[in-house]
């Protein structure tokens, strides 16, 4: 599954990680998460939230992938696992 910009609303976030944990297959199943630096930390309680209630474990957690010199091409990677 590939998506692009579904965290553009607050009302999509919950969904999002509801469905990957409903692909993704138990204590197999991982999921690289790429977004903007600036959306995902407005957004970082509720999907904190959302992957401990939902059990993803990060595996790995880039806070500063892209362009050193500007914010706006700055990204978050991380690598979930759909934990049982």
């Known amino acids: 599954m590939v998506c692009s910009d579904v ?44 992957l401990q209630e939902l059990n993803f474990e990060i595996l790995e957690d880039n806070q500063e992938v892209g362009v050193p010199e500007n914010e706006d091409m700055k990204f978050r990677v991380v690598l979930l696992k759909h934990s049982s």
């Open 7 to 50: 965290i553009y609303l607050p009302e999509c976030v919950e969904p999002l990680f509801k469905s990957l944990k409903y692909f993704l297959k138990k204590d197999t199943g991982k999921c690289l998460f790429v977004n903007n630096r600036i959306r995902i930390d407005i957004f970082s309680e509720e999907i904190a939230r959302l």
